[in-house]
């Protein structure tokens, strides 16, 4: 089975896009791309808070063995049952959901030496698709029927039967599969997986003696396609194990990256060589190439990209919109906790997980952005959760004696913190040559109605500390590097939103890292809920923002 090594750790293949179709109000929501900074507004059931819970949707999905891309309720959001989530107003019986992955280098992959190389980077980052459509079984299961692929421009059809594959098509062209042959999949953490399996025949031709020992050449789907595309670049006697060995040495990239890849293919022939100096990125027999390639190399893909959504998954972090109020004392517990669950009730047992120095990272930083520290006291075999404000001579109260803002305010506060600091390492690390852990690389927070029961100016102050969470990285060389995290926010605070538009105009803030997505319920005209996205300009002043949007 192929396996990443070497430079898995450090490629960069991240999430950074969603749609869906069919999916409750959001009847047909075109691809989103994500910016670091995403504030989700509109009126009730306009389906905000469903697009928020996509992504926590697919890591608890990821999380579990299954037989379907999606697990619809779990440990962290519940979405019932596929009739559930099924838009009302649609007739077609499938839902769509689209992942976006952001790719910004080459994908090496060989299949012989059962190695990835060192992937080279992109001169600009390019997207891959999948959209994984689902149905119902008669039994009522989810099952997935169709994935779509479009990689870097070159669209995949795969249909999908009982266990396996059934047709492929690429770029609107049927690939054959070959009758000795089956494509069978099972499921990854999110992305299936494929595997050729060669048919044995049920009735044996009389055969020699010598064919009988002869060595016999395993089938591979694509093989004899990917052979074909090499030759028009190739001499015409070139052995089948050296088209083969040029195959795999390809990349899976866009036409330009592509190109110059096989521009500088080490050990190549000299027809090769010639051949390539005279083609373009317009060439057919180039695009041919690509695809041929993609396809031979489409398991190895998608075993790439399952391991790169988990990875990203990983460090997705979702906390509800109705957070756990403070308890006076906690059970202890010798447990180790390195994520905030939804409601925020194991806040405690996250910040008594300290080191002493994130402990101080921690108070600094929630001293310095919303003005208290947090402490965890411990006596007689049970916690407390103790906040102090940074107000001089200002005693320590436990938190069941403050504000129930408060207790709304402190998870995302402490998740705000902890996925600012695993991005700041993350960048530090790679640019020290070494290798961050795999959840710290795009940590993404999402979190509902940040704002609840906190007064105005702590609503705006919380867009301080989105700016703050997001902000380039300062690296040992002086460098600066813009941060990995992503933060996903549902709102109904015109103050939180009018506070992004005063740190842009004031320069402490990009505008081009932040947008407002406005939901809006088209029911009666569309048949389901659409999405407008507004912009600040340069001065912190919003566009494409419907007017009276906050009015009573």
Not at 35 to 59: H, Y
Request: net charge neutral.
């Amino acid at each position: 089975m192929y396996s990443t090594i070497n430079n898995a750790e450090n490629n960069m293949i991240k999430i950074d896009g969603l749609g869906v179709k069919n999916f409750r109000a959001l009847k047909n929501l075109e691809l989103v791309t994500l910016k670091p900074i995403n504030i989700l507004v509109g009126r009730n059931s306009a389906g905000k808070s469903t697009f928020a819970r996509l992504l926590p949707l697919l890591k608890q999905s990821s999380e579990r063995a299954k037989t379907a891309p999606i697990l619809w309720w779990g440990r962290l959001v519940d979405f019932g049952m596929f009739e559930d989530v099924y838009s009302t107003n649609s007739t077609d019986g499938h839902i769509d959901v689209t992942v976006r992955f952001n790719v910004d280098e080459t994908i090496v992959l060989n299949r012989r030496a059962l190695w990835r190389a060192h992937d080279a980077p992109m001169s600009t980052a390019s997207p891959i698709d999948v959209t994984f459509r689902l149905g119902k079984d008669d039994d009522g299961r989810t099952a997935l029927r169709e994935l779509h692929l479009n990689v870097f421009g070159i669209d995949l059809l795969l249909t999908i039967s009982g266990g396996v594959i059934s047709t492929v098509r690429a770029d609107g062209q049927t690939i054959e599969i070959p009758q000795n042959i089956k494509l069978v999949w099972t499921q990854g953490s999110l992305l299936p997986l494929i595997r050729t399996v060669n048919i044995t025949p049920t009735q044996q031709s009389s055969v020699s003696d010598e064919s009988l020992f002869a060595p016999r050449r395993i089938s591979r789907f694509g093989v004899h396609a990917a052979r074909r595309a090499v030759g028009h670049f190739v001499h015409g006697n070139t052995q089948e194990d050296r088209l083969d060995e040029i195959v795999d040495r390809l990349p899976i990239a866009p036409i330009s990256e592509f190109l110059k890849f096989c521009q500088n293919l080490p050990s190549s022939t000299v027809t090769w060589k010639a051949t390539i100096a005279q083609t373009t990125v317009k060439s057919g027999a180039l695009r041919q190439l690509q695809i041929a390639v993609i396809v031979y190399k489409l398991d190895l893909l998608l075993s790439v990209l399952d391991e790169a959504a988990q990875r990203h998954l990983t460090s997705v972090s979702y906390l509800e919109p109705l957070r756990a109020t403070a308890q006076r004392y906690y059970r202890r517990e010798e447990i180790s906790t390195d994520e905030l669950d939804p409601k925020g009730l194991n806040t405690p047992f996250f910040v008594q997980g300290l080191t002493p120095r994130e402990r101080e990272s921690l108070q600094t930083w929630t001293s310095e952005n919303f003005g208290f520290s947090l402490s965890v006291k411990n006596s007689g075999g049970h916690l407390s959760l103790n906040i102090q404000s940074s107000d001089e001579g200002t005693p320590s109260r436990n938190m069941a004696d403050v504000g129930l803002g408060y207790s709304q305010l402190v998870p995302v506060a402490v998740q705000l913190w902890a996925a600012a600091r695993r991005s700041q390492n993350a960048v530090r690390r790679v640019a020290a040559g070494g290798r961050p852990v795999h959840e710290h690389l795009s940590p993404t927070v999402v979190v509902e109605q940040p704002e609840l029961h906190l007064h105005p100016a702590y609503q705006a102050r919380l867009a301080d500390v989105f700016a703050v969470a997001v902000a380039p990285v300062q690296q040992p060389d002086g460098r600066v590097k813009s941060s990995p995290l992503t933060i996903i926010a549902e709102t109904h605070s015109p103050n939180l939103i009018s506070r992004l538009g005063e740190l842009i105009n004031s320069g402490k803030l990009p505008a081009e890292q932040v947008q407002i997505l406005v939901f809006e319920d088209s029911r009666e005209s569309s048949g389901g809920a659409s999405v407008r996205v507004a912009k600040f300009d340069s001065k912190g002043v919003l566009s494409n923002w419907p007017i009276g949007f906050f009015d009573a």
